[in-house]
Nanobody, 127 residues
């Protein structure tokens, strides 16, 4: 199995930036598509972004398009989520996810489509 550990969450003012990191271990990192989900208080988990095994294909949820960027470094077994122009509605626990790579992995936006989850990192955006 692949293990995922997120870091980089914290408190930031609206309009600010944060970069989340997710370090993977246990399996060949490039065999996996990677992604991020988030869960705000009282809401269901929602898809944020995903990236294919090689980094050449990405997908974003509409609320974060143009503000967030997902990337990966297969030499460091790490995936990143750069979050810019943060809004209060971005406040949530952010989860790193992984699944075996396939042709449409980045378009799988249901939480049940991703088999491996990190423990989550909290992001709080203040007004």
């Amino acid at each position: 199995q692949i293990q995922l550990v997120e870091s980089g969450g914290g408190l930031v003012q609206a309009g600010g930036s944060l970069r989340l990191s997710c370090a993977a271990s246990g399996r060949t990192f490039s065999d996996y598509a990677m992604g991020w989900f988030r869960q705000a208080p009282g809401k269901e988990r929602e898809f944020v972004a995903a990236i294919n095994w090689g980094g050449g294909r990405t997908n974003y949820a509409d609320p974060v398009k143009g503000r967030f960027t997902i990337s990966r470094d297969n030499t460091r077994d790490t995936v990143y989520l750069q979050m810019n122009s943060l809004k209060t509605e971005d406040t949530a626990v952010y989860y790193c996810v992984a699944r075996s790579s396939d042709a449409i992995a980045v378009f799988r936006t249901s939480p049940s489509s991703w088999g491996y989850w990190g423990q989550g990192t909290r992001v709080t955006v203040s007004a």
